[in-house]
């Protein structure tokens, strides 16, 4: 009887190990086959979207610009910022997802920390930093040069 019951608990056991895995590679692929927009951005205790900010023209709710991240399987990150159909900038960054819930991000001059995922909508992610590094604000800002930061992206 002991027998049975360690085999069970080790199949039990090896289905849990497998399914976290398995939720990890479906989060990744779910990064990996879209691409994505930055709908919002937000540091510390900012109350504006720092896309406006950072970005020329950008307009909340504007379709003439957009940010849009390319993730690709070799823990690549493309990103673009596209203003009225013309390329502004084009950066490559670094992302490795961490657990099926944490993600590791650096691209462009406002992301360079793990984040929380929170899936809000099948398409839309907010992801979550405590402690990102904003290269934006070195030697400007000392205070807000690592601060807490959302960041709202949409599948498209």
């Not at 951005?41 to 390319?70: E, I, R």
Request: aromatic share 12%; hydrophobic share 40%.
């Amino acid at each position: 009887m002991n027998t049975i019951k360690t085999c069970l608990l080790v199949l039990i056991f090896g289905g849990v190990l497998a399914g976290a895995a398995s939720c990890k590679k479906i989060q990744e692929d779910t990064f990996i086959k879209g691409l994505w927009r930055i709908n919002t951005l937000n540091f510390g205790s900012l109350p504006d979207n720092q896309m406006a900010v950072h970005f020329p023209g950008f307009v909340t709710g504007n379709s003439c610009c957009t940010y849009k991240m390319d993730f690709q399987a070799d823990n690549v990150v493309f990103g673009y910022y596209i203003q009225n159909d013309s390329f502004k900038s084009v950066v490559i960054g670094n992302w490795k997802l961490i657990k099926y819930n944490q993600i590791y991000l650096q691209i462009d001059s406002f992301a360079d920390g793990i984040f929380d995922i929170q899936k809000s909508t099948v398409k839309i992610y907010k992801l979550t930093s405590d402690h990102n590094h904003i290269k934006y604000y070195d030697g400007i800002d000392p205070s807000m040069d690592t601060t807490s930061t959302k960041i709202e992206i949409e599948r498209i």
